[in-house]
């Protein structure tokens, strides 16, 4: 029986992510959980099988030896517009964090709406357990997110609006005891960036 290409994505991206070793920074876990919580986030709101091949996929042209010619040749045109969409650049030019993540920044607000609502569950998936793994580096990284997912206001407004939630309520835990980061700590970051 034919393989959907859902199915096709879920195989290629576990074997590509376990074959590079991967593995979830602070949980150690197989690195496949993520594209796997992705996936269901975006089917939450589509069961576009496109976008849920691509979602499984986001990560495997940066983090594997896998190529954007490889995605399109397994998974046609349309996958490889999305993942390609998804993949970070090298930044040669960029001098330090800020100056990458802007580019960055800039890269996915320029994205397709599909690439977007991917995106926006990706920072979903990422940003939920950020906080209790690493506080000192979630005050950035939230920052980052705050500031990027206002560029991704063409992906799904359901996703978006899970995605500012989870950033502010993890933003505003943090500047709650034992953390007690000031207001204008962020505000000072997020200036950085610009």
């Given at each position: 029986?034919?393989?959907?290409?859902?199915?096709?994505?879920?195989?290629?991206?576990?074997?590509?992510?376990?074959?590079?070793?991967?593995?979830?920074?602070?949980?150690?876990?197989?690195?496949?959980?993520?594209?796997?919580?992705?996936?269901?986030?975006?089917?939450?709101?589509?069961?576009?099988?496109?976008?849920?091949?691509?979602?499984?996929?986001?990560?495997?042209?940066?983090?594997?030896?896998?190529?954007?010619?490889?995605?399109?040749?397994?998974?046609?045109?349309?996958?490889?517009?999305l993942v390609g969409m998804l993949t970070n650049t090298p930044q040669p030019?960029?001098?330090?964090?800020?100056?990458?993540?802007?580019?960055?920044?800039?890269?996915?607000?320029?994205?397709?709406?599909?690439?977007?609502?991917?995106?926006l569950a990706d920072i979903i998936d990422n940003t939920r357990s950020i906080i209790q793994f690493d506080a000192r580096f979630a005050r950035?990284?939230?920052?980052?997110?705050?500031?990027?997912?206002?560029?991704?206001?063409?992906?799904?407004?359901?996703?978006?609006?899970?995605?500012?939630?989870?950033?502010?309520?993890?933003?505003?835990?943090?500047?709650?005891?034992?953390?007690?980061?000031?207001?204008?700590?962020?505000?000072?970051?997020?200036?950085?960036?610009?």
């Amino acid at each position: 029986m034919m393989q959907s290409l859902e199915e096709q994505a879920r195989r290629y991206a576990s074997k590509a992510h376990a074959e590079a070793g991967q593995r979830r920074k602070y949980t150690d876990e197989p690195y496949i959980v993520h594209p796997a919580a992705v996936v269901e986030l975006v089917r939450s709101v589509t069961d576009n099988e496109v976008m849920l091949a691509a979602a499984w996929l986001h990560d495997t042209v940066e983090d594997t030896s896998s190529t954007l010619n490889d995605i399109e040749s397994h998974f046609g045109a349309e996958v490889a517009l999305l993942v390609g969409m998804l993949t970070n650049t090298p930044q040669p030019e960029a001098k330090n964090r800020a100056m990458r993540k802007a580019a960055h920044f800039r890269h996915t607000a320029t994205a397709c709406a599909e690439a977007q609502t991917i995106k926006l569950a990706d920072i979903i998936d990422n940003t939920r357990s950020i906080i209790q793994f690493d506080a000192r580096f979630a005050r950035v990284y939230l920052v980052e997110k705050r500031l990027q997912i206002a560029l991704l206001k063409k992906g799904d407004s359901v996703l978006w609006q899970q995605a500012s939630i989870v950033i502010e309520q993890g933003i505003y835990q943090l500047t709650e005891p034992p953390y007690n980061v000031p207001v204008s700590w962020f505000a000072r970051q997020a200036a950085r960036y610009i």
